[in-house]
């Protein structure tokens, strides 16, 4: 552990870092910084990627992994430190897809064994260009749950700030499916590039490929991503590989809300091939799924997006493409062995 870097950010209490410090009492990593401001935070990711050390690890949600990746994206530092992220957010959704484990004594445990073995992987990550500049993330989504996220930062606590935790995130889910329609107006358009149309059915499977493809879409929730898991558990893009050097989209054209009620826990799950089942035996639009390596987004009037759980806005088209094995992730060893499932006997060639 002592070419280890562990970084707490703001949001952790006292109490979690005393607990947190305990357990790693008898490993003497090599350093532990508590970081007071988002400012420091991003201060000490950058002095990583410029220090002999090789690992760090953050304990913070997907907004303070955001951050991570992207400093240490423009340091160019993606291929030579290898980052780890501990659960500490309220969604921990780039958490969820690397199986880190829940409990903080098994995450410390998980953490410790990769860094001995060396347990990293490149993964894939989405580039995503506007006006404002360039900007890195795993997860970008248009629609509904944009709505959801807009009215979560509209609540705000007592000190000014944006009420934190799942329960507030839950109850701005809650009133924007009472209160608001589902769809939001806006008519957008889609051009995909080098890929294919692929739909994982109950009973049978199909598959189109396609250089470009343009479309025009409505769908309440519009999803491209290089990791499967948005938030507790939330298994939004089901298909993805995070290695494949391809990034999923998929288009949930939902009709009406008691569709989304009705199929939640499929939903949920990412069992798209059961909600589809119904959805086409019924002549209504399915969940549809495309793996690609490029996109454009646009509208014809000014839209936001979210990319890993942060808000932006766009007036111009937006563009995305994947990266191939641009960043290396520090994984546990149960997700690390589900990518090398030979042992020395076997011979790979490529």
Known sequence: MDSCLIVINPNRTPRQIRKLRRLLEPIKPYSIVETKSRADFLQVVKDFCHSPLQYMVVWGGDGTAHD????????GKGQEKAIGFMRGGSGNGIQDSYEIPFRLKAQVEAFVES???NFTLAVDLLRAETQQGVEYGQLLGLGFDVRIL????????????????FLNYFISS??????????DGKEYLL????GKYVLRATRINAEMPFRVLRLSSDAPMIELG????YGR???ICPDVVCNNGLMDAYLFNFQNKWDIIRDLYYLWNGWHHRINYRFARQEKPI????????????????FFYHIDGELRSSTAPLKVEVVPQVLTFLVPGVFYRKFHPFGEEATILL
Do not use: W
């Open 68 to 75: 991570a990746i992207n400093v240490v994206m423009a340091e």
């Open 150 to 165: 807009q009215r979560r930062n509209s609540r705000i606590s007592p000190s000014g700030d944006v009420k934190p935790g």
């Open 287 to 302: 969940i549809q799924h495309f793996e690609i390596k490029r996109a454009t987004l646009s509208c014809q009037t000014p």
């Open 174 to 183: 809650a009133l924007t499916i009472l209160t608001e329609p589902l769809r």
């Open 233 to 235: 558990m939330f298994k």
């Open 226 to 229: 290089t990791r499967p898991y």
């Open 191 to 194: 051009e995909f590039e080098e």
């Open 115 to 117: 860094i001995q073995k």
